[in-house]
Antibody, heavy 121, light 108 residues
Framework: EVQLMESGGKLLQPGESLGLSCEAS????????MTWVRQGPGKGLEWVSH????????YYGDSVKGRFTVSRDNSKNTLYLQMNNLRAEDTAVYYC??????????????WGQGTLVTVSS | ETVLTQSPGTLSLSPGERATLSCRAS???????LAWYQQKVGQAPSLIIY???RRATGVPPRFSGSGSGTEFTLTISTLEPEDFAVYYC?????????FGGGTEVEIK
């Protein structure tokens, strides 16, 4: 059974940094691209970032480019999102999701349950 | 960036009725690479339809997707109690990937 489990969410102040993790099980992580999607309180879904199966290609949404970094450790079956210089508008539930193939241009066939990041002074 | 506009914002229907949800793209979606997700309260989204009309694994046949270019539709032929949720369309034909604002299907 495919499972994704995010962790690391917490309450922080503006300007602080935070790292999120997503542990995958039930499939070989190296064979799939992985995506981060976020959802602000009471809002819709926003694509944040994607990383290819081997980690060689990364993509970011304009709102996080230059502040967030996606990475992965396939030997640990784990995906990461390093978030720097956080802003109030980054407050959201962050989901990791599996892309159907390695490409960034894919639907998202499995999702984790999400982890809440709150940025507030 | 491809903007997706979903309508209506809220659909009030009774169990057993037919639901028709619309998703309009600001430009043609390459390869009809459009998906639909269902999100229930307090849960993560789950994939229902991909490539505009293909049902995801385990999705019942009452869900169907159609459309091409800039106009896409999700139809639920006969609403079951578990279908009341928010539905999002998502285009993955071009980067950045984008989502629609969602349609809530609520019990009338």
């Amino acid at each position: 059974e495919v499972q994704l489990m995010e962790s690391g969410g917490k309450l922080l102040q503006p300007g602080e940094s935070l790292g999120l993790s997503c542990e995958a099980s039930g499939f070989s992580l190296r064979n799939y691209g992985m995506t981060w999607v976020r959802q602000g309180p009471g809002k819709g879904l926003e694509w944040v970032s994607h990383i290819s199966g081997g980690g060689g290609a990364t993509y970011y949404g304009d709102s996080v480019k230059g502040r967030f970094t996606v990475s992965r450790d396939n030997s640990k079956n784990t995906l990461y999102l390093q978030m720097n210089n956080l802003r109030a508008e980054d407050t959201a539930v962050y989901y990791c999701a599996r892309s159907r193939t390695d490409s960034v241009l894919n639907d998202l066939d499995y999702w984790g349950q999400g982890t809440l990041v709150t940025v507030s002074s | 960036e491809t903007v997706l506009t979903q309508s209506p914002g809220t659909l009030s229907l009774s169990p057993g009725e037919r639901a028709t949800l619309s998703c309009r793209a600001s430009q043609s979606v390459s390869g009809n690479q459009l998906a639909w997700y269902q999100q229930k309260v307090g849960q993560a989204p789950s994939l229902i339809i991909y490539d505009a009309s293909r049902r995801a694994t385990g999705v019942p046949p009452r869900f169907s997707g159609s459309g091409s270019g800039t106009e896409f539709t999700l139809t639920i032929s006969t609403l079951e109690p578990e279908d009341f949720a928010v539905y999002y369309c998502h285009q993955y034909g071009a980067s950045p990937l984008t989502f629609g604002g969602g349609t809530e299907v609520e019990i009338k």
